[in-house]
């Protein structure tokens, strides 16, 4: 399943309104782009911590000066917009999944992470600690980007990503750059 089947699928038929497919003229819906604005924050990191290692990576919130043209806006227009044609899609896709389960993983939230990755049931993760775990900027670039308030956010973050994350790594692992650039 590639990505773009992936977030088209957020929420079909979850009665949702903030998952459901906007019209064609629209785009995705707001949810989709959320969860593809969240990848995107943190394949940013990611880029960011292997351009200049012993620098620290930036705020949670995805404006890293220097990082691919500075900020998440810049990011989405270029490396991410390529993930729907572009040679960078593999690494945008696996540096955004892996970066995002670190951060869960060092918020406290390891078995969680891995129970999406995994082969077995998703574990849910509380509204409030996934707040934590991304924090405030993260949430108030995602609200930005996405038009949606913090609130539904949340609720809808808490809802989809476990489910995204998991349709993303099928074979129960993170998938290797080249089978992340075979996903978009």
Not at 44 to 64: F, I, L
Request: aromatic letters at 2%; hydrophobic letters at 40%.
């Amino acid at each position: 399943m590639g990505l773009l089947d992936v977030l088209n699928n957020i929420g079909g038929g979850s009665g949702d309104p903030r998952a459901q497919a906007a019209p064609a003229s629209q785009g995705m819906s707001p949810m989709a782009k959320a969860l593809l604005a969240l990848l995107a924050i943190y394949a940013m990191k990611h880029m960011r911590r292997a351009e200049a290692p012993n620098q620290p990576a930036g705020p949670a919130g995805g404006s890293v000066p220097g990082a691919q043209g500075g900020n998440l806006g810049d990011l989405l227009r270029g490396a991410l917009g390529g993930v729907l044609g572009g040679a960078a899609a593999g690494t945008v896709l696996n540096g955004g999944l892996g970066g995002l389960l670190k951060e869960l993983q060092e918020s406290g939230h390891g078995d969680t992470a891995r129970s999406w990755v995994g082969t077995g049931p998703n574990k849910a993760i509380p509204q409030g600690d996934l707040a934590k775990a991304i924090g405030a900027d993260t949430l108030d670039e995602l609200s930005k980007r996405t038009g949606m308030d913090r609130g539904d956010l949340l609720s809808g973050l808490s809802q989809h990503l476990p489910n995204f994350v998991d349709q993303l790594t099928p074979q129960g692992r993170l998938p290797t750059e080249e089978e992340a650039a075979r996903m978009v």
